[in-house]
């Protein structure tokens, strides 16, 4: 189903365009196969590059594409519809960005951002820790100073484009414990030191394998440190602040693509000599289904708008996340039942969708962390 | 070398086309309209000759507002300029008054190359690159599946059923191409932006001295008395295999001429 949608200019419903066109032509006829062999789509990615679809809501003066969140979220969930795992890489790589574009030095930002933003670069976000996830403020992956540089010792876990990206956000221990000890460092991937390990086997996402980096005391120039030593987990979470949404985005595309599936399937299926959609049973988990993807769009776009109108949206941010993510596990769910047992094959794509949903409840921040952020946001008044 | 590329609006061939009731020409409203497919293509060629040789793209169309549109679409992918015949007075015109605007345009632009589409996928007459040259007195190099240019001289691997012949032709020429010829870019934010920004000239009936009588219904040489629409499709032959299947299914393929 075509999604209505309000674009604020011309060009933004142009863009919206576009990138339906190359994700029903390039991505959609791909994602399956690609998802069954475990294949990272780099060409494909590098195509979405090209398109400009890299760094939308970057300035243009750095390379961006100048978009506001809430065209930046469309274009995430028109490909999530096709191809979640595309629309994750376009999203961490995104998140991967902010750091320099909103805490770099003018200088950092006009020598970096341009081929960070530009479609060839891919890029990684290092935060989690084998031991620490959630509790990112007790990270123990370390940045010594050393003359001109820094050097980096410990291991960042899941990963994604570990294997594949050209930088790395890396965020470290340069001062004492606790989140004020942290800061951001940006590394290049052909540092000595950077090492992926083995991807780990997941139950989803299989064309975007995730690992651990570990970090064997990776020497990271002193002019790549990203904002002042001690801001590295301010930066992080405002950098997930912006990432929360991209994850919104990708659930209400995800769900989506579930939901349209469904209905396409349950008008199409006949039981007892009618369509099992004509079925109350049938069609009102399909009437909850639709309500809660519209629900989870608005909600996502609302909070869009207010970070593109200079607003504090945290805590909506998280809101968006929470519910987003947890409609598009009860409604990819939801789908599969529909198709009944066609659900649990391979052969249609709902098994897969429900599968990939899961991840999304808990990157960015759990949905536990999310709602620990709105209830801060209430506790604090 | 100065290109001009041929591109026109037209509606989707993947979704249900109709023509008008009242006069018989394409039901614009009800349709989605989109830049012509094979269109596509003659642009990319443009591109990648201006890529090779420098000098200027540009895109004529003639259509109504709306084939603004098209213009669009195509600057977008990179072309430097558009000219858009645009006129009251055309609506009806056939192929040889659409020819006569067409080649009084492209007069105006002096081009080295034009280049287009082998058909649109409205009228599918394929007529119109031959038309032009005879009003331009230049050669047609129609049905490119392939296209090189050494200095003024152009040389064509032209398409045909049985495989290809090669024909060469000096500048200026037009050159009619397929979808065999190359793989069209897709556009980029930044394309959509600098087409904003890109010149769109107008030109009316006027502009290019042509006299209304000499187009539209008035100054076209056929015209389309009625219409019926196309027959819905049959029920197909179902084939129930009761063992013979196999056997079946191979006399319908040889009554049909398949096989």
Redesign the interface.
Known sequence: MTVERILPTPEASDLLALVCDIADRELAPRAADFEARGEFPRELLRLLGRAGLFGLPYDEEYGGGGQPYEVYLQVLEEIAARWLAAAEAISVHTLSCYPVAAHGTDAQRKRLLPDMLGGELLGAYCLSEPAGGSDAGAMTTRAQRDGDGYVVTGTKAWITHAHHADFFNVFCRTGGPGPRGISCLLADAGTPGIVPQAAERTMALRASPIAQVAFDGARIPADRLIGEEGAGFRIAMQALDAGRLGIAACAVGLAQAALDYAVGYARGREQFGQPIIDFQGVGFLLADMATAVSAARAQTLWAARLKDAGRPYSQEAAKAKLFATDMAMRVTTDAVQVLGGAGYVADHPVERYMREAKVLQIVEGTNQIQRMVIARHLAKG | MNIVVLVKQVPDSGAERELRSDDQTIDRSSANNVLNEMDEYAVEEALKLQEALGGEVTVLTMGPEQAGEAI?KAL?MGPDKAVHVLDGALHGSCAVATSKVLAAALRTLNPDLVLAGAESTDGRVQVMPHMIAERLGIAALTGARKLTVDGGTLTVERQTEEGYEVVTAATPAIVSVWDTINEPR?????G??AA?KKPVQTLSLADLGISPDEVGFAGSTSTVVESTKRPPRQAGTKVTDSGDGGVQLVEFLATERFV
């Open positions: 669009r977008q897709y556009p980029s934010l930044k959509i932006m904003k």
